[in-house]
């Protein structure tokens, strides 16, 4: 396993830094199967845990992170199943983050009634924050999970405004642009990137997944860290490359590599991101924006009344 540490100084002119935080995404390879949740749990805390003793205060687990992604079918991911905030996996992640006075990020299987949600949540210091439902589903991600309805919710926590997306939802500008243009400082992006047309990697070993990271931090001015799953899973191969993106859009630091077992972490002014869309004196990033003129182009109103 490698540990990269990285500093991200807003200001390199300045040590005024209002929210020095450190945020730290954990790589790692979580296995299917019911018998291997407690493992799966386990080995993502043992992570966080090292970047908690190296003084991170926000740490970010991949997607599913408690249970694997390639279920056979609904009735196996129901088998992985609890309930949110009620469930085994948010305790034990919440009894964490008290000891460790950290907030943590994290993916599982949610049940709600017979309904299954592929479900990012946020715990900190005081327990539970609140919970995300991934709205775009992968393949067959959409054999077995509901969509989630409940919008793209920013929590305000002691560090700083924190929004949570999933996934196969970075393709989709209009997460990080509505989780941006309410407040959040950071999302936390939690990740079983598997497959996208190939190539998959380019010449430095970034995967696409990586660079629309990045770009929707560029456009958006806001930190993303995003955590990617290793490894393969019944014949499915994880793709890495886990980053955490500067408000310019550039990685602090390095991405991680496609197969390693890894912590990134950096050293940020959260609140930074607040200011970050304010370039110059006649360009503020959110003000320039011309919904007057494409708001009505984009058809979302004509297109949710369409068949699917």
């Given at each position: ?21 450190r ?73 964490f ?5 950290v ?22 210091p ?42 196969w939802?970075?393709?989709f500008p ?72 500067g ?8 991405v ?53």
């Amino acid at each position: 396993m490698t540990e990269a540490t990285r500093t991200d100084q807003e200001d390199p002119g300045s040590d005024a830094r209002i929210s020095p935080v450190r945020v730290a995404v954990t790589q790692f390879d979580p296995q299917v199967g019911v018998d291997n949740r407690e493992g799966n749990i386990s080995r993502g805390l043992e992570l966080a845990s090292r970047a908690a003793d190296d003084g991170a205060d926000l740490v970010v687990l991949p997607e599913l992170a408690s249970t694997g992604y390639s279920f056979r079918g609904r009735a196996e991911a129901y088998a992985h199943a609890e309930e949110v905030p009620g469930g085994e996996t948010i305790a034990t992640w919440a009894a964490f983050a008290k000891e460790r006075n950290v907030h943590l990020a994290g993916g599982l299987v949610e049940r709600d009634g017979m309904r299954l949600y592929d479900t990012a949540v946020l715990v900190g210091p005081d327990g539970y924050i609140g919970r995300y439902r991934k709205t775009h589903l992968w393949n067959q991600e959409k054999l077995w999970f509901t969509p989630g309805d409940e919008g793209y919710p920013v929590f305000e926590t002691a560090i700083g405004r924190i929004g949570l997306m999933v996934c196969w939802d970075v393709w989709f500008p209009e997460v990080p642009r509505l989780l941006a243009q309410q407040g959040a400082d950071i999302i936390c992006s939690v990740n079983n990137w598997v497959w996208t047309p190939p190539p998959l990697f380019d010449a430095s070993g970034k995967c696409m997944a990586t660079y629309l990271t990045m770009t929707a931090a560029h456009v958006n001015n806001v930190f993303i860290a995003a955590a990617d799953r290793i490894g393969t899973e019944r014949g499915a191969k994880f793709l890495g490359c886990s980053v955490i993106a500067g408000t310019n859009g550039w990685p602090i630091g390095e991405v991680a590599g496609p197969e390693e077992e890894t912590i990134l972490t950096a050293d940020i002014d959260l609140v930074s991101a607040r200011s970050a869309p304010i370039w110059n004196d006649l360009n503020d990033l959110l003000r320039d924006r011309r919904t007057d003129v494409y708001d009505g182009m984009l058809g979302y109103r004509l297109g949710s009344a369409l068949p699917r």
